[in-house]
């Protein structure tokens, strides 16, 4: 059985956690379900976006057939209006960033 790695750890405990305060929040059916897999989708592109911007970094080298140029990367703008969205869809679903506090007060 292969395991898992860390990305994929954190992606099944985010998913995990998003349920959980909507559970809390009395919020629940399949349609929040399915707002929290779009949400790990957006942060799937999102880990996708920020790795090409390690890799390619913020602006890159690119030829015409007039000569080469430096532009933007466009995962740059495409990260921050993922980042964006991924906000929103968290506020249609009433979910708030919850104090460490709480969350250890919560199991224990």
Same mark, same amino acid.
Do not use: C
């Given at each position: 059985?292969? *395991?898992?790695?860390?990305? #994929?750890? #954190? ?44 890799? *390619? ?21 495409? #990260? ?9 869809? #968290? ?18």
């Amino acid at each position: 059985m292969a *395991r898992k790695t860390r990305k #994929l750890i #954190l992606r099944d405990a985010i998913k995990a956690n998003l349920i959980a305060q909507l559970e809390k929040n009395h919020t629940t059916g399949q349609y929040y379900i399915d707002l929290v897999d779009d949400y790990m989708e957006m942060w799937d592109a999102k880990n996708s976006l920020t790795a090409d911007i390690k890799e *390619r970094g913020t602006k890159i080298l690119f030829t015409t057939a007039s000569g080469s140029n430096v532009k933007t990367n466009d995962s740059v703008g495409d #990260l921050l209006k993922t980042n964006a969205q991924m906000l929103k869809l #968290l506020d249609s679903m009433g979910i708030k960033p919850v104090p460490e506090d709480d969350i250890d007060d919560d199991e224990m």
